[in-house]
């Protein structure tokens, strides 16, 4: 057997290998040392030729484990590994919504070990993908779910460093999808999933295949479709309820801040909230509102795919080679209503029901400075409500993304060379569908300043920034006209038409971004030594890169009016960039068992510079049972480009009193204030750097037995973010501006403060941070039982221990420790056992979620009569997945899958409005999925 028929058949059986067995290599019956076979490359290294039990770990999931994990999109699969899990890095549309603190609508992204999407460098075919139009915050990434599973013949990730060999911003490692290329014939899938509990969550996918090999060419052509219905928080027991409902309702709560001490609302016995919404707490009278009801668990998400690829054998030495990619898609994002607070009403509005202006004036008439005896008291002055709109806030996204791939590949005396044009677009369109209300149009509805016309009078005048308002005096009736009331009595149902026209907004945002790319490679034998030939790959590559971002005119904050849509967040960004790099690598064979692996690449980008990084990587093999491996590399990141070209972001913060107490008086057991904030932008970030190394260890101590077990170590510096506390802190010190209510002009970092002492506006900036260290293990096992007459059998069992994930933002804040805590488990696994008998097969799978710390806030805890310092620990959760199928004699199949068999419920965690943690749980429950692929 030569060795390229022996690397052929390492390679054909890691593709076979189950989706949760790591780099464990499955049995497979040769190939004849006479067949002709392809070098492959695998990821992790240019050069062809190389053993995938190489130097450097790398998981891989084949087509047979795709189709046989259920999962419909790439952002499912990804999630069922266990490097993928942990933190909120790993993100998909079950995240997404309209607010800043959602992840965009539609769009998905893929992080290894925790550190973010934008650390992990995302593929196709081994070459780079345009980044979202939208990002994630600040955070530039790759929308994963624009590639269809349906065109995907294998996933290989490579969970470590990877700057050395495919870009300095490789620090946690890279994910690479290669696409099916040598299919012949023609193949068309149909599946449909549901779930059992009684809503529709229906998916439906329809793809079709279609390959042709000419006399010196191959054609491929994949086109799919897919629809997901919506699902909602409500649709679920443990998701349907808020634990701390919302003390903002539909029906508002007033006061005059004069002369009344406790807020008032229309009571359930004048028609006003329902009798089992409605308290009182320390501030007086509220309609609790529950946001659960409103807000999607995963919206509505169609798409359309076409992935199309051409080689042509020029000659024996040469091949042109082409891909194309097209999607569309169209997702919703549904989140609760917004708030409005401290919004001034007018007492003199007509629509003021009799009931709740009686109960106010009995209120103030307690005032010991200034008591009421007559609503009439309150003419001239504002009336403050604290209350939530009637309709959530839901935002539609359209994407569209295109790539292309030329190029030319060949063999030049023994060396394979490439060189390849890759061209990227990604557009996105976002239109508000409910919810979104324009904050100076509703001020001047709810103040009288709106007439019927859709004119404006100077009734009273406002200061958006506070809110606040001033009587002035003037009339629509003055004017002939007539006034237009905002009404937020009743539940808020019933509004004129000019009001609603005038006060609702869809905040159109559009974005843009696009990849140009040139490169080069070539690889082959150089240097005979006594072991063997020194392997060597050179390449060089060009690319520019752009973003643009730009929301609608009326969403754009200014120092005047900071939230120009109430309860929702804007972003912008415009940035371009041009990068080069030049980058060898040399396989050298110190001994027999010896192979010792050096790579070394330089980036360039024009606004930062340039950067070496090097990899070294060993593998020594004992003997054929046991394989010792190590390597260690460096990273650079520079800023993404949403984050060079940051505008000013509007997001939200609750202040730790008790990390942060000069920011809450003093007093560090009190509530802190809830922020409307803004993220602000940075003109001096420096790149983040990175070091990794780790050591591996593969066993075959039986023919049928396989472990592998491989330590990891990430130490991140200099990162790139925004961190509240730490941001505080400073600002107190004397870094940042400390100015009072009203006084910090939007997109300058700082704190407003009121007289009380307490923060209750920040504009936190873009940083540098300190550093985060992330370590673990990761282990794969597998064992095959091979029967005469039951089959054959597989049982593997993986697992993620996370060590380590600490973190210092600042030396104020010290070092923060997040194994085991929130959204951090310890233990990842999965196992499964795959039996196989004639034309049947049957996987049962495990997937196993270790508890981890919650962190619920004080006035959740007081909720569920728990003390403040109560310590909580999030259960941990093992659900069951199961998958039947059955091949026929033509090539066709069907195949049952059953996704939480148990349909058992995921763990409360009190630290997440939804009451779940989706980036770590499901609560979807039990899923049944149907799929028939015939093939003619």
Request: charged share 20%.
């Amino acid at each position: 057997m030569n060795n390229r028929t022996q690397l052929y058949r390492a390679i054909r059986l890691a593709l076979g290998c189950s989706l949760v067995c790591g780099s464990a290599i499955a049995q497979e019956t040769p190939k004849p040392a006479s067949e002709a076979v392809e070098e492959v490359v695998v990821t992790g290294t240019h050069i062809k030729g190389l053993d995938t039990e190489g130097a450097v770990q790398v998981v891989q999931i084949g087509r047979d484990e795709i189709d046989a994990s259920g999962a419909t999109s790439p952002i499912e699969l990804l999630q069922q590994l266990t490097q993928t899990g942990g933190g909120s890095g790993t993100f998909s549309t079950a995240t997404a919504g309209p607010l800043s603190s959602n992840t965009p609508v539609g769009a998905a992204g893929v992080s290894l070990r925790g550190l973010g999407s934008s650390a992990t460098l995302v593929l196709v075919n081994g070459r780079r993908v345009s980044v979202s139009s939208f990002a994630k915050g600040q955070e530039s990434f790759v929308d994963v779910n624009s590639i269809p599973l349906s065109a995907i013949e294998r996933v290989e990730v490579l969970p470590s460093g990877a700057a050395a060999t495919y870009g300095a911003d490789a620090v946690a490692g890279v994910v690479n999808f290669v696409l099916r290329k040598d299919f012949d014939g023609s193949e068309i899938s149909v599946s449909h999933g549901n779930s059992t509990t009684g809503t529709d969550e229906g998916k439906y996918n329809l793809n079709w295949v279609w390959g042709h090999s000419g006399e010196r060419s191959h054609t491929m052509l994949v086109a799919d479709l897919f629809k997901r219905n919506a699902f909602y928080d409500r649709d679920r027991e443990i998701t349907a309820n808020s634990i701390r409902p919302s003390q903002q309702g539909v029906y508002p709560s007033f006061n005059d801040l004069y002369s009344m001490y406790y807020d008032q609302t229309q009571t359930p016995a004048n028609g006003g909230c329902p009798a089992d919404q409605f308290k009182t707490g320390r501030l007086g009278e509220y309609c609790e509102f529950n946001t659960n009801a409103y807000t999607a668990t995963q919206d509505e998400y169609e798409s359309a795919s076409v992935v199309g690829t051409f080689n042509f054998q020029i000659s024996d030495d040469l091949e042109w080679f082409n891909t194309a990619m097209v999607q569309t898609n169209q997702s919703s994002g549904t989140g609760s209503p917004a708030n409005f607070s401290h919004a001034p009403f007018d007492p003199e509005s007509p629509l003021w029901p009799d009931a709740l202006k009686s109960d106010m004036v009995e209120e103030g008439s307690f005032s010991p400075d200034a008591p009421t005896s007559s609503f009439s008291d309150f003419y001239g002055f504002p009336i403050y409500a604290w209350g939530k709109f009637p309709d959530p806030r839901a935002v539609e996204v359209e994407s569209r993304s295109a790539r292309l791939v030329t190029g030319l590949r060949g063999d030049l005396s023994g060396w394979d060379w490439e060189v390849a044009a890759n061209v990227g677009r990604s557009e996105s369109d976002q239109r508000g569908l409910s919810g979104l209300y324009n904050s100076q149009a509703f001020y001047n509805a709810s103040v009288g300043n709106l007439c019927t016309d859709g004119s404006v009078v100077d009734r009273w005048d406002l200061d958006l920034a506070r809110p606040d308002a001033s009587y002035v005096g003037e009339t629509c009736e003055s004017q002939g006209k007539t006034t237009a009331w905002y009404n937020p009595f009743g539940g808020q149902g019933e509004q004129l038409d000019v009001v609603d026209r005038y006060v609702r907004t869809d905040a159109k945002r559009s974005g843009v971004s696009s990849l140009y790319a040139v490169d080069g490679n070539l690889s082959g034998s150089w240097m005979e030594l006594p072991a063997g030939a020194i392997q060597v790959a050179v390449g060089a590559e060009y690319r520019r890169e752009s973003v643009r971002d730009t929301p609608a005119g009326d969403a754009i904050s200014t120092t005047l009016n900071p939230e120009p849509i109430l309860g929702f967040s804007s972003t912008s960004a415009d940035a371009s960039r041009d990068q080069w790099a030049v980058y060898m690598e040399q396989a050298i064979p110190v001994t027999v068992d010896t192979e010792l692996q050096l790579a070394l690449r330089y980036d360039y980008y024009d606004s930062f510079g340039g950067d070496v990084n090097p990899k070294i990587s060993i593998r020594h093999a004992f003997s054929d049972a046991v394989i010792l491996r190590g390597n260690w590399s460096t990273s650079f990141r520079a800023p993404s480009l949403a984050q060079v070209g940051a505008g000013t972001l509007l997001s939200s913060y609750t202040v730790d009193c008790s990390i942060t107490p000069d920011a809450c008086g003093g007093y560090a057991g009190e509530d802190g204030e809830a922020l409307l904030s803004e993220e602000v932008s940075n003109d001096h970030l420096e790149p983040e750097t990175a070091t990794t190394w780790g050591a591996g260890v593969l066993l075959k101590p039986a023919a049928d037995t396989e472990l592998t077990v491989d330590y990891w170590n990430i130490e991140h510096k200099n990162l790139i973010g925004v961190e509240e506390d730490d941001f505080i802190l400073r600002a107190l010190a004397g870094e940042f501006p400390v100015v009072g209510e009203g006084e910090l002009p939007t997109g300058t970092p700082g704190l407003e403060v009121d007289a009380g002492g307490f923060v209750v506006d920040a504009h936190f900036q873009l940083s540098n941070l300190g550093w985060q260290k992330t370590s673990g293990v990761d282990m794969a096992f597998t064992q095959y039982f091979d029967t005469d007459n039951w089959g054959n059998f597989r049982f593997t069992l993986d697992g993620t221990y996370l060590a380590e994930f600490d973190k210092l933002p600042s030396a104020a804040l010290g070092v923060v420790s997040e194994a085991g805590e929130f959204r951090y488990p310890r233990w990842l696994a999965n196992s499964s056992l795959r039996w196989r008998f004639d034309s049947w097969s049957a996987t049962l799978g495990a997937k196993y979620t270790h508890s981890y710390r919650d962190d619920p806030s004080p006035r959740v805890l007081e909720a569920v009569g728990l003390p403040d310092d109560a310590d909580v620990e999030v259960d941990a959760w093992t659900i069951f997945n199961l998958n039947i199928s059955r091949d026929f004699a033509d090539g066709s199949y069907a195949s049952l899958r059953v996704n939480n068999l148990t349909d058992k419920a995921p763990p409360l965690v009190l630290g997440t409005g939804a009451n779940v943690d989706h980036f770590n749980h499901d609560s979807m429950g039990r899923f049944v999925s149907l799929r028939y692929v015939y093939a003619f």
